[in-house]
């Protein structure tokens, strides 16, 4: 239910805040109140667009808070939690929201800021709103058709028939994406067949990028490489005059020296570490000038290599990685051609099974609607006579259509409000105010089946009165055995039937105009249904008459 409505700085409201009750809530005061500037804060909690010229005049910012009282927050919750928003604690909803002159406006939820996408997302769970310009919804032929499921528990068929519904939309995706392709296929298998045999035929490995580039700068230098080698190993350890030898001769030097100078013993030690290092290195260089490939042509080869994969790499990518991510994309490619036909009579195959079974599912979809048409068109049809249609007629039509998402079905709700007259669709006949109480009446046969916790009612009983007014009042109060209801009203025997009643007035201050709204007691509620009943210059009667309206509406009649 809705708990608390705040409202602060928003057209003629300076500062309001209504603690709403459960069942049926009444809202009332004269025309130009301020009634309308309370469903406007309710639109703005809900997603709707903000408009920076309704902040009060010398105010900065307006601010709208809505407190919701759940009595189960699973599904809310996973929207919350799927859009990163804090989770509802205690069973609470929080949504808050501020129109600035200064900057773009803010919205909450829990206390956590988020986008008018995500409040659009979880509104509808939260409140359903009707008024006498707002039933168009019931024209819509997808309403019509969810408020015949919600009714005739068609749900189990209708997920059963969009599963195949999906399942063989996939399907006809899939060939049509193999049967677009208009190219030719023999030419094209045989460019697939030259393409995959060039880069198969190459065998190219992993040696074939930086380890190839090495090999060819060592080939094309062998000559230079060889002859400096040579020279290092001679300077090493070779020529008679090799540091090798040189090392040889300090060496008994040392040894003959240290008979007679100890300290010479040490020098000995890194001496012959030094002679067993240059034995090393003379053996490391002699081993890898052995390895320098001299052979005539061998250098023509790395060049033919090289050029190889150079002209790969520029058809089929950049490294040798890339080259087989191109071997095996058109590898695919070339079984996809040449077990095309294979795979499209496959799939017409497929598709052949999956839309007989959809054709079986849509029928039990159909049957599962057509056995609650009746029923339900019946019990509208008495909820509108309780509602003044004393001779009206409400029927629901179900004519074959092509196959869609929801069906093979095309629901339309007809209506007879005049006795001799066939029903003809709703949309075709029905005024606003008619309208108004047809939903009125289909809200009250669905209330049991409507998930949404809050209804809200706009002047729906506008331009009416008498005992279609009564039945109104009536109406409302029944559905709020299920719902919490707000009914905005200017018809005294619509309002006694509520539960809570909040006064709307404004006043005049300091040459400002200001909006109140006030939770009355029941002698308030007395003034104010007799104040609906004979507006200025109250009597008695009136009065009286006021306080036999709510007690009757209390006890029942």
């Known amino acids: 239910m809705l708990q608390h409505l705040s409202v602060k700085n928003l057209a003629i409201v300076e500062e309001a805040s209504i603690f709403f009750g459960k069942g049926l809530n ?18 703005l909690v809900l997603g709707q667009r903000a408009d920076k ?136 298998i045989d460019r697939l067949n030259y393409i995959i045999g060039e880069i198969k035929d190459a065998s190219l490995t992993e040696a074939d990028g930086d380890e190839l580039i090495e090999q060819h700068t060592q080939a094309a230098n062998a000559e230079t490489i060889i002859s400096i080698g040579s020279e290092i190993s001679e300077s090493i350890i070779e020529s008679d005059i090799s540091a090798f030898n040189q090392m040889l001769e300090a060496q008994a030097k040392s040894n003959e020296l240290s008979r007679i100078f100890p300290e010479a013993e040490k020098w000995l030690t890194d001496i012959k570490s ?5 034995q090393e290195i003379g053996s490391t260089i002699a081993d890898h000038l052995s390895r320098i490939e001299t052979a005539p042509g061998h250098l023509q080869q790395l060049e033919d290599r090289m050029a190889l994969v150079q002209n790969l790499k520029r058809k089929y990518g950049g490294s040798i990685q890339a080259i087989h991510e191109s071997l095996a994309i058109h590898e695919e490619r070339h079984n996809n051609l040449f077990n095309r036909t294979e795979k499209i009579e496959d799939l017409q195959n497929r598709i052949n099974a999956e839309r007989a079974d959809l054709l079986k599912r849509a029928s039990t979809l159909t049957k599962s609607r057509k056995k609650a048409t009746s029923k339900l068109g019946k019990a509208i049809t008495d909820a509108l006579q309780d509602l003044g249609f004393l001779n009206a007629e409400f029927t629901i039509a179900i004519k074959a259509a092509s196959p869609a998402s929801h069906g093979a079905d095309e629901i339309i709700f007809e209506f007879a ?45 506008a331009n009416i ?92 009649h």
């Open 417 to 461: 409000p005049n006795p001799g007259e066939p029903p003809r669709p709703l949309k075709a006949i029905a005024s606003s105010g008619e309208i108004a109480r047809v939903m009125l009446a289909v809200k009250a046969v669905l209330a049991t089946h409507d998930s949404i916790p809050v209804l809200v009612f706009d002047e729906i009983d």
């Open 274 to 278: 030094s002679i067993l290092q240059m």
């Open 26 to 43: 009444i809202i009332t005061g004269e025309t130009g109140a301020g009634k309308s500037v309370l469903m406007g804060a309710l639109n």
């Open 465 to 556: 009165g008498g005992e279609v007014g009564r039945a109104v009042g009536q109406k409302l109060k029944h559905v709020a055995k299920s719902h919490q209801v707000i009914s905005i009203t200017h018809l005294p025997q619509s309002a006694v039937y509520g539960e809570q009643h909040v006064k709307v007035s404004k006043e005049v201050v300091n040459k400002r105009t200001k909006m109140t709204a006030e939770i009355l007691n029941p002698e308030q509620r007395v003034d104010e249904i007799a104040r609906m009943l004979g507006g200025k210059g109250l009597t008695s009667v009136i009065e009286n008459h006021a306080r036999e309206m709510l007690e009757s509406a209390t006890a029942g």
């Open 53 to 188: 010229t309704t902040i009060r005049t010398g105010a900065d910012e307006a601010r709208v808070e809505a407190l919701f009282t759940l009595a189960s927050t699973n599904t809310i919750d996973t929207l919350l939690i799927e859009r990163d928003i804090p989770a509802c604690e205690e069973g609470q909803l929080l949504i808050k929201r501020t129109i600035s002159l200064q900057g773009p406006g803010r919205t909450y939820i829990n206390d956590s800021p988020v986008t008018q996408q995500s409040l659009r997302a979880i509104a509808p769970l939260l409140v359903d709103i009707h008024g006498p310009y707002d039933q168009q919804s019931l024209l819509k032929p997808e309403f019509q058709r969810s408020l015949l499921d919600a009714y005739g528990a068609c749900v189990t068929p209708l997920k059963a028939y969009r599963k195949s519904w999906y399942a063989l939309k996939e399907l006809k995706s899939e060939l049509n994406e193999i049967t677009s392709d208009t190219i030719d296929i023999a030419e094209e």
